[in-house]
């Protein structure tokens, strides 16, 4: 006997293992710009990117010498709304500190 979805393994009905794929991730970059304080952007990867103060510093660094750094690394749909978070609060800070994604 046949049922969809199992399969028999010795007479016994077992359900056929699916794998499972797991969703692409996506790198959040923090980018340089002239206005926006080194405190600011220390202040959100603390917040919005739940970093330590040595590891925010250090970020920080990246993004004001390299022009660019990582702040995180996150599902499509957090990356998103971690952005806009960021966006926002810069925004009500009158930073026009910029944030995008890049898939991994």
């Not at 399969?7 to 959040?28: F, N």
């Not at 040595?54 to 998103?80: C, F, P, S």
Request: net charge neutral.
């Amino acid at each position: 006997m046949t049922v969809p979805g199992k399969e028999t393994d010795g007479g016994v009905l077992t359900e056929k293992k699916e794998k499972v794929k797991e969703p692409p991730l996506y790198k959040v970059l923090l980018h340089n710009d002239d206005y926006t304080s080194m405190e600011f952007v220390i202040l959100v990867l603390e917040t919005v990117f739940h970093k330590g103060t040595g590891e925010a510093t250090k970020i920080m660094l990246n993004v004001h010498q390299q022009g660019i750094g990582i702040a995180g690394v996150y599902t499509r749909e957090i990356a998103d709304t971690k952005i806009n978070i960021v966006h926002d609060i810069a925004r009500r800070n009158e930073f026009p500190l910029r944030c995008s994604m890049e898939k991994i």
